[in-house]
């Protein structure tokens, strides 16, 4: 049977990108460079046989991509290995979805931080997950990426309450200069500490997030080689 054709969501556009695409230029008899596309027929020969010259400059133009999660492709249609890949992780029969993300809401609550959705506040960021954000006027918030999946929610949302509890401002500042010294503000630490937590605590509650959470530590941290071992 013939898989069926991956095709664009009705309604998505374009993201805007810079797209790398080289220009070739020679220089035509009196000296003067030109793309090599207005070469004639003999100058293509004089290029071909190096009695002109030509060279390849860097330039850009604009173009449109379309993220993967704004197609109809299924989980099945990609590589394990995917950059952006939209996870739906399996979570064990005693727990339920509803149970988690009562849990999660009832967290940021007692947290005093609340979780939006990303494109309702900022648009489209990109391939980013989830973010949490501390302002200059000490406000705080967690957004999620609208095209996450629930379950990939309900992990990043773990992930985002641990930077609240852990390296919010004020948490920051009242690290030791040694603790600094050891890398105690480094994003990899920050990033390490933040998806093991969700990655525990996922477990703990019978949600295994491996698939996602060991990639994403072992990019973070490069294999765990640039964190001190004394943090580990």
Known sequence: MEKARISFNKGEKGIKIFAYTPITMFKDENGNWNQ???ATAEQKDKIKSGELEQKTMNAFKKGNVFDVSQTNATADDLPK???NK???FNIDEQNSL???QVGVKQLASHLNIEIKDMKKEYGELGAKRGAYLQYIDGRESIVLNSRNTETQNIAVSI???AHKKLHNLNN???LTKEHIELGMTTASLKEFQAELVSYIVSRNYGMDTSEQAIPYIASWT???TNINPKLL
Do not use: W
């Open 159 to 161: 992930h985002e309450l």
């Open 86 to 88: 939209i996870f739906n």
């Open 222 to 224: 490069d294999n765990a």
């Open 172 to 174: 920051l500042n009242q």
């Open 81 to 83: 290995i995917f950059p």
């Open 36 to 38: 090599l596309k207005t």
């Open 98 to 100: 509803e149970h988690l």
